[in-house]
């Protein structure tokens, strides 16, 4: 089983839907968890950083962490075809110095006009 | 904001060349990575560096070797390219435990 879990779809929703991006994960010591937005043949970009369980706001973006179920997501509310990319959510233990960070396969999400 | 640059954003090599992959960023962190990324496999970790001078192995560092001569630069090497080190290959730094920022990205076909 992978420590991190997470559908790689594609995902195709409307313009101006919600959308929601979810991971599992395995591993009970992960505390700081990230989405980024990776688009076509370029790097990832870090979109959200969160530590511990809860919401957290950014514009249309909100991640939510529930560590009890192991599971997390990112939601993306008023959906456009400027967000049609591959979000890859990652985690990783404690702070203090380097800790690997663990990456989901990541999911191809595509906006329709 | 933070700035990752790599050397090239496509590179084609024959088999048995060495290649160098250079990274550069600008924000003085002190971990710099270097990961491969191919469909259906996701990221893969090949060797960071918490360090100038200091390295250490990823998953996957067969193949591979990699160079930190100043703070801001790390190198990747590929002593003797081969068909299946063809993959996009992504450097990424960090401060301490914060999240890594990447760059662009270079695709490397090896032919």
């Known amino acids: 089983q992978k420590e991190v879990e997470q559908d790689p779809g594609p995902l195709s929703v409307p313009e101006g839907a919600i959308v929601s991006l979810n991971c599992t994960y395995s591993?009970?010591?992960?505390?700081?968890f990230m989405w980024y937005r990776q688009y076509s043949r370029k790097g990832p970009e870090l979109l959200m950083y969160?530590?511990?369980?809860g919401n957290k706001e950014d514009g249309r973006f909100t991640a939510q962490v529930d560590k009890s179920s192991k599971y997390i997501s990112l939601f993306i509310r008023d959906s456009q075809p400027s967000d049609s990319a591959t979000y890859l959510c990652?985690?990783?233990?404690?702070?203090?110095?380097?800790?690997?960070?663990?990456f989901g396969i990541g999911t191809k999400l595509q906006v329709i006009p | 904001d933070v700035k990752v640059t790599q050397s090239s954003r496509y590179l084609v090599k024959r088999t048995g060349e060495k290649v160098f992959l250079e990274c550069v960023q600008d924000?003085?962190?002190?971990?710099m990575f270097w990961y491969r990324q191919d469909p259906g496999l996701g990221l893969r970790l090949i060797y960071f560096?918490?360090?100038?001078?200091?390295?250490e192995k990823g998953d996957i560092p067969e193949g591979y070797s990699v160079s930190r001569e100043k703070k801001e630069r790390f190198s990747l090497i590929l002593e003797s390219a081969s068909t299946n080190q063809t993959s996009m290959y992504l450097c990424?730094?960090?401060?301490?435990?914060?999240?890594?920022?990447f760059g662009p990205g270079t695709r490397l076909l090896v032919l």
């Open positions: 990424a730094s960090s401060w301490g435990g914060e999240a890594q920022y």
């Open positions: 591993n009970s010591a992960f505390q700081y």
């Open positions: 990652a985690m990783r233990q404690t702070s203090g110095g380097y800790q690997k960070v663990t």
């Open positions: 969160t530590y511990s369980s």
């Open positions: 560096s918490y360090d100038v001078k200091m390295k």
């Open positions: 924000m003085d962190h002190e971990n």
